[in-house]
């Protein structure tokens, strides 16, 4: 619910005090500032690091103008009522995979930032031009792997979609050369020496090659991440120097040889432990708890059910040995980034997103920890200066939650509104 403050002489001085004299002080009326600045006053704000108990957020023109935690609701602004609800950043899922242009489902449940780990770099449209811009939209920016490096017969082969792939002989650095003039905003690599299914063993990247296609990554400006669910292939990866794992094993427990690689070479974990869980069980308790949920069951869309619904052929178990990893891994200070793998069976956009919160929760991490493993820390590890945080000046990408998920992240399932650059979304 929103509505007009009155402005004030009073007010306006309150406001102009307060740092506010941009969006604000338009010529005192209330009209040119409710077409485009609005306040969410009277709200808790976890701003990717820190909560404050009572604030507002000012925002105008797709930004964030102003963080106040102290003082009265600034006068002219429409208001939105913040009181009992929770203020967070827009959410970035580090690990999904896109197929068109149309990335409607994941805002609806604030995630606003996604990034793909592997996809035709040719279906996503204009989508560099759309992160650079202000202007509203109903989609999530997109940062894009586009086609990752794996060799002929390896993990991602045998679909029937034809790819390049590294075959003897290969110069691995026109490979990646290519895949940035394709688009690709990072690369991914396949380290995977088994067929996720059969457990029959496949041809892999050797190690010579991981390496190399990292430097050349690096050489480009352009994080490298791996694919590896067994801890042998993700200690290539991390010998390689990759910028991280974009899955986390689950083969075994972690060891202190690779809690060190990963230490040293200050790689992060993006550990989708909602796919562990998709593998798991064809029931998938965890995400039908999300899923069912009445705050959350009428905002799915068809699109979103159908991947929900659609089954694995196989079980396989891992996702108790996944979360304990999470909890060695994060306790000894490797960054932990929140990611579905959404876009394959059992995975949505959006909504799987509350589902891997949840379970980096119950692997060990603080609510406020989980929600900063989806602002926070991948805004930092891949260089997004403009969100992942509330804070003066950058993208007014919000969502406004219902309750406290800073102590309970369960409440991150009533979802009361979302912004993008500072335009609702429409749920």
Request: aromatic share 6%; net charge neutral; hydrophobic share 45%.
């Given at each position: 619910?929103?509505?007009?403050?009155?402005?004030?002489?009073?007010?306006?001085?309150?406001?102009?005090?307060?740092?506010?004299?941009?969006?604000?002080?338009?010529?005192?009326?209330?009209?040119?500032?409710?077409?485009?600045?609005?306040?969410?006053?009277?709200?808790?704000?976890?701003?990717?690091?820190?909560?404050?108990?009572?604030?507002?957020?000012?925002?105008?023109?797709?930004?964030?103008?102003?963080?106040?935690?102290?003082?009265?609701?600034?006068?002219?602004?429409?208001?939105?009522?913040?009181?009992?609800?929770?203020?967070?950043?827009?959410?970035?899922?580090?690990?999904?995979?896109?197929?068109?242009?149309?990335?409607?489902?994941?805002?609806?449940?604030?995630?606003?930032?996604?990034?793909?780990?592997?996809?035709?770099?040719?279906?996503?449209?204009?989508?560099?031009?759309?992160?650079?811009?202000?202007?509203?939209?109903?989609?999530?920016?997109?940062?894009?792997?586009?086609?990752?490096?794996?060799?002929?017969?390896?993990?991602?082969?045998?679909?029937?979609?034809?790819?390049?792939?590294?075959?003897?002989?290969?110069?691995?650095?026109?490979?990646?050369?290519?895949?940035?003039?394709?688009?690709?905003?990072?690369?991914?690599?396949?380290?995977?020496?088994?067929?996720?299914?059969?457990?029959?063993?496949i041809p892999v990247l050797t190690a010579e090659q991981t390496t190399k296609l990292v430097a050349a990554a690096r050489k480009l400006g352009m994080p490298a991440v791996?694919?590896?669910?067994?801890?042998?292939?993700?200690?290539?990866?991390?010998?390689?120097?990759?910028?991280?794992?974009?899955?986390?094993?689950?083969?075994?427990?972690?060891?202190?040889?690779?809690?060190?690689?990963?230490?040293?070479?200050?790689?992060?974990?993006?550990?989708?432990?909602?796919?562990?869980?998709?593998?798991?069980?064809?029931?998938?308790?965890?995400?039908?708890?999300?899923?069912?949920?009445?705050?959350?069951?009428?905002?799915?869309?068809?699109?979103?059910?159908?991947?929900?619904?659609?089954?694995?052929?196989?079980?396989?178990?891992?996702?108790?040995?996944?979360?304990?990893?999470?909890?060695?891994?994060?306790?000894?200070?490797?960054?932990?980034?929140?990611?579905?793998?959404?876009?394959?069976?059992?995975?949505?956009?959006?909504?799987?997103?509350?589902?891997?919160?949840?379970?980096?929760?119950?692997?060990?991490?603080?609510?406020?920890?989980?929600?900063?493993?989806?602002?926070?820390?991948?805004?930092?590890?891949?260089?997004?200066?403009?969100?992942?945080?509330?804070?003066?000046?950058?993208?007014?990408?919000?969502?406004?939650?219902?309750?406290?998920?800073?102590?309970?992240?369960?409440?991150?399932?009533?979802?009361?509104?979302?912004?993008?650059?500072?335009?609702?979304?429409?749920?």
């Open positions: 619910m929103s509505h007009v403050v009155p402005t004030s002489a009073v007010s306006r001085r309150t406001a102009l005090a307060a740092g506010l004299a941009v969006p604000v002080a338009l010529a005192g009326t209330e009209a040119t500032a409710a077409q485009d600045a609005f306040v969410v006053a009277n709200v808790r704000i976890f701003d990717g690091k820190r909560v404050i108990d009572r604030g507002h957020v000012v925002v105008s023109a797709g930004r964030i103008v102003s963080v106040l935690d102290r003082g009265g609701v600034p006068a002219g602004l429409r208001v939105h009522d913040g009181r009992g609800k929770t203020l967070v950043p827009g959410f970035i899922d580090g690990h999904v995979h896109h197929t068109d242009a149309n990335r409607t489902d994941a805002p609806r449940f604030g995630v606003t930032t996604e990034l793909d780990m592997v996809s035709d770099p040719t279906v996503h449209g204009r989508f560099k031009q759309q992160r650079r811009s202000y202007a509203a939209t109903a989609n999530s920016d997109l940062w894009t792997a586009g086609w990752w490096a794996t060799v002929p017969g390896g993990h991602g082969t045998g679909t029937g979609t034809v790819f390049p792939l590294v075959e003897p002989g290969t110069d691995l650095a026109e490979f990646v050369a290519a895949r940035r003039s394709e688009g690709s905003d990072h690369l991914k690599l396949a380290l995977e020496d088994r067929n996720l299914a059969t457990q029959e063993q791996a694919h590896a669910t067994a801890q042998r292939m993700a200690q290539v990866g991390l010998r390689a120097g990759v910028t991280g794992l974009v899955h986390l094993f689950a083969d075994e427990v972690v060891s202190d040889e690779t809690v060190a690689l990963a230490r040293r070479t200050g790689a992060f974990v993006n550990p989708t432990l909602t796919l562990w869980s998709a593998f798991e069980s064809a029931a998938n308790p965890a995400t039908n708890a999300v899923v069912k949920d009445q705050r959350v069951a009428p905002y799915i869309s068809a699109r979103q059910r159908a991947f929900l619904d659609a089954p694995w052929g196989f079980e396989r178990p891992g996702l108790a040995t996944a979360s304990r990893n999470v909890k060695i891994l994060h306790d000894a200070g490797v960054p932990i980034t929140a990611g579905t793998d959404s876009g394959i069976p059992g995975i949505a956009h959006g909504v799987s997103l509350l589902v891997e919160l949840e379970l980096l929760v119950r692997a060990g991490l603080t609510p406020c920890e989980a929600l900063t493993a989806a602002t926070t820390t991948p805004a930092s590890i891949y260089g997004f200066a403009d969100r992942g945080r509330i804070r003066q000046g950058l993208r007014a990408d919000l969502v406004l939650v219902d309750g406290d998920p800073t102590k309970d992240i369960t409440a991150l399932r009533g979802v009361a509104e979302v912004w993008k650059n500072g335009a609702p979304i429409t749920r």
